[in-house]
Each structure stands twice: as C-alpha cells, then as structure tokens.
C-alpha cells in the first residue's frame, strides 16, 4: 500500500482515466455515484458503488474503509479535473517536503472560482489561508480536523470557508501549488448560496478575507 490516497467520486464523463500512469504511485479509490460502475470498475485497484454527493460519500467511505489510519496525504479531485500521475505525485512532492497541511493544484485555465487558485507565472507555490473544494489535498492531521465538515453540507458549499478556521494555528502550512499543472475542464455550473450562507452562518465563518502570498 502506498502512503498517498487519491479517493474521487466519479460518474460517466469522469477524467479519473488521465490520472494514472503505469505506476502512480499512490493508490486510487474511485466511488461510481451514477450508472457507470460496469464501465470503471477495472480502473483502480479500489472501485465501489454508491449515491450522493462527493465530500458526503468520501466521508462515508474513510470511515468504512478506515483509510485515514493507512495514509499519510489524501487528495480529493472532482471529477473533471484534468491531471496527470506526475503532476498528482509532485503534488504529494509539495506536501511533504514543505510539511503542508492543506493544499491544492493550481488552475491553469479560465474555469475557476477563486481568482487566487489560478496559477501564477515563475511561482511553484503560494502560502494562501483558502484552498477550495474542487481539489483539496490533506495530511492525515488536517483531515482528522476537518473530515466532520464532509457530512455537514449537503452540496459542499462553505466548507472551504470553514476549514481555514480549523486549521487558524497553521498559517504557514496552506498553499496553492503552481508548479503542479491541473485543468478545470467545464466551467462552474451550479450554486447553493442558500445552502453556503446557512453554514457560514451556522460555524460562524464568514467575512473570510481569503489572500496568498509568495512561497517560492
């Protein structure tokens, strides 16, 4: 078993197939929330089946399998991230040569939310209090802290805002890794505002004034 975790909630128009190589050096768990499980269920050496939302599955899915003991850094992709195996590992790489606690790739084209996770030219990481849902990697320490915030919103939404108040002590262990190249392949089509500013609310979590800053 490896001591890195790529676990992704996959449907039919997944990309999981571009993130690995002939040895990729972490393990891969995919959950089929849709009809295609005949389809990819020879695709990792750990695919199951099951219903509903990512970070709610994924949650589900670390506590019945006990994985946070196995690994030592998680990461969790959406689907239509376009990744390959060299830049997933060099993404491990970062985490653990620079003790980060919470990190992600950053976007190399246009389809983002966060204007700040958009890769920044001759940077290869930026320390930054804000790492979104779409990719987040985790140490075992930071997904200890943060996993009960999986199941607590249905849709995602503001956990990211909420995971920065749990990891407050680490100001130098969150970043935004540019020297890692990812493509966010459509463009960002839903919303849950109503959804966003109940746990805002609810954690007290808003007015996050999220900023990133050099690292090297």
């Excluded at 990719?135 to 249905?154: D, G, M």
């Amino acid at each position: 078993m490896e001591k890195y975790c790529t676990i992704a909630a996959v449907g039919k128009n997944s990309l999981h197939r571009e993130w690995t190589g002939c040895s990729p050096g972490f393990d891969l768990h995919l959950i089929v929330y849709d009809d295609s499980y005949e389809t990819f269920k020879d695709d990792a050496p750990y695919v199951t089946k099951a219903r509903g939302n990512k970070f709610i599955l994924i949650d589900e899915y670390l506590s019945a399998n006990d994985l946070v003991r196995q690994y030592e850094y998680f990461y969790f992709p959406d689907d239509d991230i376009l990744i390959d195996s060299d830049n997933i590992r060099k993404l491990f790489g970062y985490m653990e040569e620079y003790r980060l606690m919470l990190a992600q790739p950053a976007i190399w084209n246009y389809y983002i939310s966060h204007p700040h996770t958009m890769k920044h030219p001759a940077s290869k990481f930026r320390y930054t209090n804000f790492v979104e849902i779409m990719q987040p990697c985790f140490s075992r320490e930071a997904l200890q802290r943060v996993q009960f915030t999986f199941s607590a919103s249905k849709s995602g939404w503001g956990l990211d805002f909420h995971w920065p108040k749990l990891m407050a002590s680490e100001k130098w262990h969150m970043a935004i890794i540019d020297d890692v190249v990812s493509f966010h392949t459509r463009p960002v089509r839903s919303s849950h505002n109503e959804e966003l500013m109940e746990y805002l609310k609810k954690y007290d979590c808003d007015n996050l004034p999220i900023y990133s800053f050099p690292g090297y």
